[in-house]
DNA sequence: ATTTCAGACTTGATTTAGTCCAGATTTGGA
DNA sequence: TCCAAATCTGGACTAAATCAAGTCTGAAAT
């Protein structure tokens, strides 16, 4: 499947992306240096340029997502195309996949936009994890 | 106001700061780095550690809001308190207050929450500014 | 008015995340 | 098969921010 989406989307198939996808694929959420490790445990050898390229590749042609959350590093999803929305815990940093509250539009339309055409509405919530908060509760 | 403010919230009075604060007050959404630039042509001198110390100060105090869009440094505001979200130019990174769309607090509550305790709800709209969108006319 | 010291500031090195570059290699379609 | 375009590699480089160690200063207490 993978190898012939890449190919229909005029993209070469390399065992690079390949292992990128893949990578992402099976670990939601990853860095770029995360990415870059699993494809190294996976086909032995790949650059780091390589990874980005591979990434940001498979990020316009719309089969990544890239998420960019404030205080950490972009990281990568392959859910694509359901606005869906995250959750960032502010103690640890973990991230969690988020439906959206409101139909499947949330907040798509500002009360004043400026002038501005707006695309897209990114919703980040911020919070505690449920480990997190637990350790809160026992160290307290 | 803004000296008293300060004492009154336990934090030293220092021209450095006051300056820092001026200068966020006076142009909103700027970088840190352009915050040196400001203090400097305001004060004459200030390091550039001192800018990053004296904007955490000020945003863990509450004064300040620190607003990290993808792709873009750090930026600050003065506006806080009152929930309002951000507009972000594609094309030019330009960035634009909005109002809440859906009365004080839009999607506050997620679908599903994964177990994690949220205290904000952080939107990001995205999109083309005025100017960006009539250049693209004229060039198309 | 002086003393005192935690908090604030300075300089300079370091880290992190990511990009740029130039040359070698590989890919897919004619 | 063959070639141009696309991709990969390794290293240098940049931007944004943080760390470390020493010096200075605001303001509380004498």
Known sequence: MSATTLRELGLHVTPQRLAVLEAVASHQHSTADRVLELVRANIGTISRQAVYDSLSALVDAGILRR???AGSPARYETRVGDNHHHVVCRTCGSLADV??????????TAASDQGFIIDEAEV????????CAGQLQTTA
Chains 1, 2 share one sequence.
């Open 124 to 131: 980040v919530y911020w919070g505690t994890c449920p480990q």
């Open 67 to 69: 998420i960019e959350p």
């Open 99 to 108: 439906d959206c509250a409101v139909g499947d539009a949330p907040c798509l």
